[in-house]
């Protein structure tokens, strides 16, 4: 069965610093590019992060700085390091693999755009308390 997989949420206090972890089977991990988006309830969702196999990276305005995007291919997972967490960083973080071109701009909708990815997580939760 291909998928992507997330672990690594939590809950923290603010300034403290999560690893997210978003893993892949079943499809070519080292050709797809990859995504990480975050949804509150109630909330837009907002584009965190995109990564690239190219090595081309994007962070949202929100959290540049504070969260660096890499991967392991040998592990086929891709991580984002959160530091300096804000309680606005407490979310559902997805990740979503695979889709026709890597986002390199803001977005932010009431939904996120599940049909852009062939992969799509269940989601990590995240909260940040102040």
């Known amino acids: 069965r291909a998928e992507v997989v997330e672990s690594g949420g939590g809950s923290v206090q603010a300034g403290g610093s999560l690893r997210l972890s978003c893993t892949a089977s079943g499809f070519s991990f080292d050709v797809s590019n990859m995504a990480w988006y975050r949804q509150a309830p109630g909330n837009d969702c907002e584009l965190v992060s995109t990564?690239?196999?190219?090595?081309?990276?994007y962070y949202a305005d929100s959290v540049k700085g504070r969260f660096t995007v890499s991967s392991d291919n040998a592990k086929n997972t891709v991580y984002l390091q959160m530091n300096s967490l804000k309680p606005e960083d407490t979310a559902v973080y997805y990740c979503a693999a695979d889709s026709l071109y890597t986002r390199r701009q803001p977005f932010i909708a009431t939904a996120c755009p599940k049909y852009e990815y062939n992969y799509w997580g269940q989601g990590t939760q995240v909260t940040v308390s102040s």
């Open positions: 990564f690239s196999q190219d090595g081309n990276k």
